[in-house]
């Protein structure tokens, strides 16, 4: 239990045009939902948070006007690169937790999934 | 600001050996510390996670040892193989706040 899926695994854009990343939590309801960025041997960044509903919490220096994040249920929140330029270029992961979900591993456990290589020309 | 500091960088260990990852917190109120381990273009994954009221967990091949006083936590990972060459991520949270602060990570290199 507890899979988190993206879509698409890669995708190669021109600069300028926009990419929408889709995560998903198959077989549990999220609370929240997390996207984070990351460049090649290089840590994982938190960009936002994310609850149904709600509008997303951006960390420093993220610009939530370029990285639109949409949590329009329970099981699925998404990630728009807008106006992408190769700086863009990285590896976007999702993760979502289930607080209180029993059974569904534990307290505060987040829940990854596989990343989406984005990389504009 | 890096909350959570790991080491090392990198790590290489013959098969059957014990690597051992090492990291350092400097936030008092994180009680929550997994580790994660990630295969080139995979997500991460989590392996274990400890809370502070103890010292030590084991689970399966993985431990991880834990030092309050000295905010301290280490990862060992026993009878190495070539399947556990991955990078390691430790982390840490405060329980309520759901945001994880990542360590640097160390690719680890399990050779035959």
């Known amino acids: 239990g507890a899979v988190v899926s993206q879509h698409p695994s890669w995708v190669i854009c021109k600069s300028g045009t926009s990419v929408k990343i889709e995560c998903r939590s198959l077989?549990?309801?999220?609370?929240?939902m997390f996207w984070y960025r990351q460049f090649p041997k290089q840590s994982l960044m938190l960009m936002a948070t994310?609850?149904?509903?709600?509008?997303?919490?951006?960390e420093q220096g993220v610009e939530k006007d370029k990285f639109l994040i949409n949590h329009a249920s329970l099981t699925l929140s998404t990630l728009t690169v807008t106006s992408a330029h190769p700086e863009d270029s990285s590896f976007y992961i999702c993760s979502a937790s289930a607080l209180g979900l029993a059974g569904v591993g534990r307290a505060n456990e987040q829940f990854f999934g596989p990343g989406t290589r984005l990389t504009v020309l | 600001q890096q909350q959570v500091k790991q080491s090392p960088q990198s790590l290489i260990v013959q098969k059957g050996g014990i690597p051992i990852i090492n990291c350092a917190y400097e936030n008092t109120a994180f009680d929550y510390f997994p580790w994660y381990q990630q295969f080139p273009g995979k997500g991460p994954a989590l392996l274990i996670a400890?809370?502070?009221?103890?010292s030590e967990k084991k689970e399966g091949r993985f431990t991880i040892s834990f030092n309050k006083s000295a905010k301290q936590f280490s990862l060992h990972i026993m009878d190495s193989q070539p399947g556990d060459s991955a990078t390691y991520f430790c982390?840490?949270?405060?329980?309520?706040?759901?945001?994880?602060?990542f360590g640097t990570g160390t690719r680890l290199t399990i050779i035959p």
């Open positions: 400890i809370r502070p009221d103890v």
């Open positions: 077989d549990f309801q999220a609370t929240t």
């Open positions: 994310s609850n149904e509903g709600s509008k997303a919490t951006y």
């Open positions: 982390a840490a949270l405060v329980r309520g706040n759901e945001k994880l602060t």
